[in-house]
């Protein structure tokens, strides 16, 4: 069974660096099956999609963040991290680490979010 | 960016009701639509995949429809535990995935 965990500060002060990391047991973020992604949920507002990884090539960013968004991984501890730079109080929110996977249906790849952490939450204030 | 809207924004409904939601695309995604279901502190659970093929393990009485810029979810007889949001999300436009405002399924 797979499971994520996020960890990391959960205050940050504005125009900081917000970090987390996300612990990934039960499977491999070296597997070339799957892409890891951060999401992010203001309390009581949708959910809106940071970032992801992948084992090869390069992350890829919402174009809304992208100028602040880092993510990396570690694959010696199963890990990968999220940074957030220049942070405000718009960044308040719950941030899940989360495994997308892929169905692949005759060439046509239907991607879902499948396995989630429980969730962080990070406030930004002084 | 492709924007989701979400109809209605909340619901009241009882205990075997039949209960209907709507998403609609701002552009044609065809069927790359998955649904999602939240429960109050808890990471979302996705339902549906593909507009309408069922999650495994996910119940029977979940199911989609629709393609292009028009979908819908579908409880046929809702139980005490759907009681929670739902939200739509696009993956056409991988890796730029959008998600609904939400829609708030609340006990009559």
């Known amino acids: 069974q797979v499971q994520l965990q996020e960890s990391g500060p959960g205050l940050v002060k504005p125009s900081q660096t917000l970090s987390l990391t996300c612990t990934v047991s039960?499977?491999?973020?070296?597997?070339?099956?799957?892409?890891w992604s951060w999401i992010r949920q203001p309390a009581g507002e949708g959910l809106e999609w940071i970032g992801r990884?992948?084992?090869?090539?390069?992350?890829k960013y919402n174009p809304s963040l992208k100028s602040r968004v880092t993510i990396s991984r570690d694959t010696s501890k199963n890990q990968f991290s999220l940074k957030l730079s220049s942070v405000t109080a718009a960044d308040t929110a719950v941030y899940y680490c989360?495994?997308?996977?892929?169905?692949?249906?005759?060439?046509?790849?239907?991607?879902?979010?499948?396995?989630w952490g429980q969730g962080t939450l990070v406030t930004v204030s002084s | 960016d492709i924007q989701m809207t979400q109809a209605p924004s909340s619901l009241s409904a009882s205990v075997g009701d039949r209960v209907t939601i709507t998403c609609r695309a701002s552009?044609?995604?065809?069927?790359?639509l998955n649904w999602y279901q939240q429960k109050s502190g808890k990471a979302p659970k996705v339902l549906i995949y593909?507009?309408?093929s069922l999650q495994s393990g996910v119940p029977s009485r979940f199911s989609g429809s629709g393609s292009g810029t028009d979908f819908t979810l579908t409880i046929s007889g809702l139980q005490p535990e759907d009681f929670a949001t739902y939200y739509c999300?696009?993956?056409?436009?991988?890796?730029?995935?959008?998600f609904g405002p939400g829609t708030k399924v609340e006990i009559k």
């Open positions: 990884m992948f084992p090869s090539g390069s992350p």
């Open positions: 989360a495994r997308e996977y892929y169905y692949d249906s005759g060439g046509y790849y239907y991607r879902i979010f499948d396995y």
């Open positions: 552009q044609n995604i065809k069927n790359y």
């Open positions: 039960g499977g491999s973020i070296s597997s070339d099956s799957y892409y």
């Open positions: 593909a507009a309408s």
């Open positions: 999300q696009q993956s056409y436009s991988t890796p730029l995935f959008t």
